[in-house]
Structures are given as C-alpha cells and as structure tokens.
C-alpha cells in the first residue's frame, strides 16, 4: 500500500486520484499532524509519497512514477502522445501550479491593501492567459488526454479550485469548464474529497 502525505485542498489531491484511477490502496496522512514532516521531505511541501522502500517527492515526478509503474488509460503508449501528456503534466505542474502559487505568495506577503490589489490582479491575468492556452489546446477534444482525462487533466481540476480564496477574477473558457466539471464528477476526484476530509478531522 502506498503512504502519501497531503494538504487539504492542496495539489497532493491530484496525487491521491490518479492513485485511485489506478486502482492503488493508499494511506493518506495530513502533514498538518505531524510535527518532524521535513524529517520526511526537508521541503516540507507534499505531495510526498512512500513506496515501500522509497519516499517520493516533487509532484510531477511521483505522477510519472506512478503512471510508469501502473498502465492505464492516464498515460497513453504510443510515443507522440505519451511525449504530449508529459508536457501537459509539466504545463500543469511547473506553469499553471507556480501562477496559483504567486496568488498565495502575494496574500501573504503584501500588507498594503491596494497594493495587494493590483498585484494580485496582474498575477490573476497571467493565469487566466495559461487557461486560454488550455481552452485553446482543447478546441477539438473534450480532455488534454483526447476522449478520457488524463493525469494533467485532474491536476489542472485541483488547481482551479483555488481560485477562489482570491478577491480575483478568474476566467476560464466553456471548453475548459466542461473538461474541469467532468473531472470533479469522477468517483474517484469526489472520493479524494471526502477521504482528506475524514483524514484531517481525526
Ligand atoms: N515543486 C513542488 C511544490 C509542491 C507545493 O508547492 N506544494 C504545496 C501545496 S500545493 C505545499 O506543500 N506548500 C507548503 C509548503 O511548501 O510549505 C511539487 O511540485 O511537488
């Protein structure tokens, strides 16, 4: 069974679905209990996974890992497409996940109000141009995977749920909607929901 140590709400739910979607027993432990977790990861940030031997971190590089080790319908076979859905969860996790990242950052570093403002408003229009680079990629399919969603699909979801915690408008395209809609209507994206939350109030 794997052991994956999450944040509520945070990008380690991506972790957890696709675990799911590969049929993966998985112990989930909020690193809000914990008291030594950079004992664990000296980052300190999840998602961390432990595979029996091995402890796992970096986001991107635990969802290939686990897509690698476990073949499905997430992580295609034929080259061309398998390269596509490696940019994909880079895109997810190296561009759109930091653009969020930079909302957070802001909140609370910035004391003056309007100041805040207005930078939060500039970093909310570089992700809402990353959504149209999404929009725009799924003009002729329903997922960035093709027909099914792939794992950067399910990352891409989680993360546009923070939006909002923000005093920021968001705009994300109808195309993109949908794709994000039908990912949080998987069993396995509302199991992930429900499991962190009866985690985190033992
Ligand atoms: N580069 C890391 C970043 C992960 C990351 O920023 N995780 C956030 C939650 S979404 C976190 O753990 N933040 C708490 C912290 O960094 O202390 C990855 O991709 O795994």
């Known amino acids: 069974m794997y052991k994956l140590y999450y944040s509520p709400g945070a990008c380690s739910a991506a972790t957890q679905i696709v675990l799911r979607e590969l049929a993966q027993e998985v112990n989930i432990i909020d690193v809000h209990q914990l008291d030594d977790f950079k004992t ?3 980052v300190g ?9 091995n402890t796992f971190v970096e986001g991107a590089a635990i969802m290939l890992h686990l897509l690698n080790k476990h073949k499905s319908p997430l992580f295609p076979e034929n080259e061309n497409s398998r390269q596509q859905a490696i ?3 880079m895109f997810a996790n ?9 909302l957070f950052f802001l909140t609370q570093h910035i004391s003056d ?7 939060l408003n500039t970093a909310a229009e ?4 990353l959504w149209q680079v999404i929009e725009n990629k799924l003009a002729d399919k329903s997922f960035l995977g093709g027909d099914s969603p792939s794992a950067a699909d399910i990352m891409l979801t989680v993360y546009s ?4 915690y ?6 994300i395209g109808e195309k993109t909607s949908k794709m994000l809609n039908a990912v949080q209507a998987m069993p396995s994206y509302i199991k992930t929901v429900q499991a962190e939350q009866t985690a985190s109030v033992k």
């Open 94 to 102: 190296a561009t759109m996940h930091p653009a969020y990242g930079r």
């Open 126 to 129: 570089s992700i809402n141009q």
């Open 166 to 171: 923000f005093s920021v408008d968001i705009i």
């Open 87 to 89: 940019e994909n969860i």
């Open 40 to 42: 664990i990861n000296p």
């Open 45 to 53: 940030a999840v998602p961390t996974l432990v595979d029996g031997d």
């Open 113 to 119: 109000e309007k100041v805040q403002q207005e930078i």
């Open 161 to 164: 749920r923070w939006g909002r």
